[in-house]
Structure formats: C-alpha cells, structure tokens
C-alpha cells in the first residue's frame, strides 16, 4: 500500500482543523514539535483501498514570513526537504468569504514548488452570502487544482480524497511572477529587507485581484446582513462587555454546577471501590498502598475530567460560532496596559475552572514575552480547587450579616474572585517592567469570522483531546505525589509511634472509649507523629509568623499536590475522619465546631479573623498545585520560569497572609 505525507496549511478560522477532523476522525495523535511546546497534530487517512495518507494539521498562519512559533514551524516543515514530516503534497484551506486574504498564503506555498492543491472551504454558505465561483477559471488563473468542500455537510470530502492520491499530475510552477523584485543581498538592512517584503505583498495582491475579477463574484443584494447587526451590539464598548460578562456567569454557573454530579458520583464510586476493596483483600502494606495512596490519587485526577471537559465543551463552542475572536479584539486594548495581549483573556477565564488547561490556552498567544507573562500569571485566578478552602475558612472567621441584600460571607466569596483577577493583572504589570527581555512588536491582527453553528463533532474531538492531555500529563505528577504523601503521612519512626495503638487500648478502657473514639485518637496520634507530622512540626517556626500551628502546617504541606487536600488532611487532623461535615448539628463534633474550638497552648483561638485571611490570601496567591507547576514547566520549556512562577507566587502568598495575621 502506498503512503503519502499531506500538509493542511491555512490561515486561522478558515476551517482546517475541521476538515483535518473529517478525514480522520479520532484516528490522530497530538504532541509537540520537538523543542518547542507548538502543538503538533497528525492523522491517518484511507484514501483508496491502495493509498493511505498521513494528515499534518499545521499551526494556523497568515503568511510564510514567520514572526511567532506557530508560523515558524509551518515555515520549517513546508521547506526543510530532509525533516520528517516534509510532505508529498500540500492543501492550502481556504475560507469562501475571505478568499482574497486566504490566497496571499497560497501564493507563497506554490513558491515553493511543491504539488499544491486548493481547498475553498464553507462552501455551503455561498449561496447565503450571495458568492458564485468559477471553478475552472480559477483553476487556469492559479495553475492548480480547487475543490469546493463543506466540513458542515460532508460535501467535497471524497472528491478531495481522489484528487490527493493523483496528486502528481498537480502543476508545481508559481503562479506569480516575482521577477520584478529585487534580489535580496548580503548585508541589506532591515529597513530594505521591509521595503521589499512590502512591495512583495503587493505584487502578489495585484496577482490575487486580477485572478479574482471574473472567477469570484458576490452579490450584495443577496448577502444578509444579519452579522453586522450583532457586531455593533457585541462588540459595542458597554454593551460588549456587559455580555461578555453575562456570558462568563453563564460558564460558570455551568462548570460548577453540571460538573457536581457526575463529580460527585466519581467520588462515591472511588470511596465505594476503596471500602470493598478494604474487606476483600487481606490487611496489609500493599493493601494500604492501594487503597489510601493509589486510589484517592487517581480519584484526584478523575474527579477534575467532569469540569475540564464541561469547560473546554463551552470554549469550543464560543471558538466554533466565531464569537471568541470577537472577545480577543474587545479586550486588547485593557490587556495591553498590563503588559498582555488580547488573546490572554481566554486563558485567564479558563483559569477560574482549572488553571491546568488555561496555561495551554496560552499557546495561542505568538509574543513569546507576552505569552510567558499569561503562563506566569494565570494562576493566580481563583480556580475550582480552591473552592473548599474558602468555603470552610469564610464559614468558620467571617460573621453572619447583610449588606446591600447580600450576605458578608457571600461579598468575601466574591471579593476573592475579583481580588485573584485583580492580583494577575498588577502581577502582569510589573513583570512586564522587569522581564529584560525583547518584546516582538507585534501588531494585534485578529480575523472576525463570520458567525456560524458549532460543529459538535469538533467540539467533541476537542473536549476528548484537552480532557485525555490532562489525564495523561498531569495526572502522572498527582498520582505519584499522592503516593509519597500517603506513605509520609501513614509511617513513622520510634518508641512512641510504635506504641501508639497499645496506649489506645488502654485509654479506651480507662475512659470507656467507644471504638470509633479509639480510631479517631489512633488516626491522629499516628499523623502526628508520622514523618509527614515531623515535617509539620519542622516547617511549624516557618509558618508561625502566619498564625498557623504544627496541625495547620500539616495542612498546607499535604495541599502541595492540590489545594483542596488541605480540608481532607485537617478533618483527619482533627480527629473526625475523611469526611467532611460542615452543617452544626446537634450531637456532632463537626469540623467547623471542632476548629472554632481550638486553642493554643496560651488558651487563645487558633482560628481568629486573623488567621482566617491568613489563610484566605495564602491559598489565593500560593502554587499550591503540582500539576500547574508540571503543565508550566512543559509550557516553558524550562525550569528557570517554572522556579521563579513558585517562588513570585509563594512570596506575594507568604507577605500577604503575614500581614493580614498581624493586622487583623
């Protein structure tokens, strides 16, 4: 059978990806170019019963002069004749309303003499838009083959097969004359090297025009003008982005509350998996290992695939009807005055469900010193997992009350929203002082697609690749860090941890414990003394200046790998099991009740006002993530960014929450 390699090369939003999906379907892989973190997709496609192509989906690019990493890649493979991924043949995917920018690429494609098909996608909105082609004079006015396709209806697909596997009847000359130009020499300055690119671009428009001025026509009368009535709505300077912002309430009213009951349901599953297993198999390490480090570490990974997928299901969908290019143009010009660009606010609105997937988002992003402040900064918006934290700590330091119809509590909840967002853009500001680095000049050009209806088959694509990258990537770094935190937390050394269920025999009979009483002081005493509960007592002097205690300590250690551990390790801390019971019910030593009635050894309250913003502004500011720290560390390629990301965030924590300890 014979295999050919194709490249799908095309400008953004022209539908390539879409087509990339069509003919592979799932049967494709994602990774990166090596070296860099562009994503690199490819997939198989059974041409004909005797041809097998392998699919390259190149990043998305407006032209062959390379400016960001995205482009400098398509460049590469396109014309590195030894790289591996060269191919046999290219398709250039063009939009059927935007042709004439489209064509600028494929112009400079068929410079490089390569068998070079046209593909003018979306052609089902012709008729709507009032555009009629003339297929075989574009045809002898580019000096290839052009075939008219709809991802939408599956139109064109199979011709298209059938014209990539004769591929080699396809002509390979250019089909603009260039000869006018100038040639480049050595030593010519930047300011020439421009004037010619100009006048290059030129040259080629002229080309574009001319071949365009029979084969492409469009009848206004017929075009509906139903987009421009949106646009001025959408993108109006107030009413934008009040919609804007209802459309954010709307995602996350859904990712929390769509995503509590399958979340929900894989916790009861996990906690029923881990009891059975408990009585089935026979006591022991290897037992013990499975049930309390192995399992609730996959559990901390599944758990999130509820609102991961829920969040990348709703961003697909603003990305497949043409609405998020309209969000990056409306808020450029507020990112730019902190050292962002347009394109950040996707990852910092992706942030506030799980900064893991939000980071990647940034990939989009072509300045790499813009690109690398969103990586930095992301993070600190409130996202998901910090959630339990606040809920607790609001609960247990912050009064009843109203003001102005809402509760206190609920005005906290909010104010740490807002203080996350708020934080990462003053953060983005002085980094974008002090990084010493060049700033690409870059021009801010997005293309406003026409709106359209999604296609849910990209959308599920979509979903299962960004959800199945965080379960892969990830989840191998939570995983192994659950691992190590159980067996710190449930071994330890010396006379007194040996002892310690023999002393709880005795206790129980002399103070007529019942045997879940014993089990809750076997529990604690053993995480006490555990080598994680010297650790605890260890780092205790560091943490002292925040108001926190040897069991808070505890706390913030274990939620190293995930914030949310800190609940599940202070519940066990306090002798009240795994199981977290906020409601004050009579009869019950609720964890609110029991961490409103600690003291320290003065007889003041460990948990006061001040300790509870401590808390509030250390988990709000501090990379209390591990996998954030793997995906940042991927994105950057590099530790350097990765060290100083913790050591920028843990030091605004630390200031912070002292601060608020002393003050309040």
Known sequence: MAHLKVALVGNPNTGKTSLFNALTGLNQKVGNYPGITVEKKVGLCQLSNEVQAELIDLPGTYSLNANSEDEQVTVKTLSDRQGELFPDVVVVVCEVENLKQNLLLFTQVKDLQLPTLLVINMADQMSRKGISIDVPALETALQTKVLLTSTRKREGIEALKAALTHYQQLPLAPCVDLSRLDAISYGDSESELRRRQQKEIILRYQFINEALKKAYTVDHQKAQTLRARLDRFLLHP?????????????????VFKWSKYPMDSIESSFEALQKWLSLQLPAGELTNLLVEGILPGIAGIAVFVPQIAILFCFISLLEESGYMSRVVFLMDNIMRRFGLS???????????????PAVMIARNIESWKERLITILVTPFITCSARLPVYLIIINLVIPEGDFLLFSYRAWTFFGMYFLGFAVALIAAFLLDKALKMKKSSSFFIVEIPDYKLPLWRNIGITVYEKTQGFVVGAGKFILAISILLWFLGSHGAGEYYNSIETTADRLAQEQQWSEKEKEHYIESEQLEHSFLGHIGK?????????????????????????????????????????????????????????????????????????????????????MQCLSTVAVVRKETNSWKWTALQWVFMTGIAYISAMLAFLLL
């Open 238 to 254: 107030f009413f934008g982005y009040l919609t804007f912002a209802f459309i954010l309430l709307l995602i996350f009213q859904a």
């Open 342 to 356: 347009g394109k950040s606010v996707v990852p910092l609105i992706s942030g506030a469900a799980c900064a893991v």
């Open 538 to 622: 260890g780092i205790e002097p560091i943490f002292r200046p925040l108001g926190y205690d040897w069991k808070i300590s505890i706390g913030v250690v274990a939620s190293f790998a995930a914030r949310e551990v800190f609940i599940s390790t202070l519940s066990t801390v306090y002798s009240l099991g795994s199981k977290l019971d906020t409601e004050n019910t009579e009869g019950e030593r609720t964890i609110l009740n029991k961490m409103l009635s600690e003291v320290r050894p003065d007889g003041s309250r460990v948990f006061t006002l001040g300790t509870g913003f401590s808390l509030l502004l250390y988990y709000a500011f501090a």
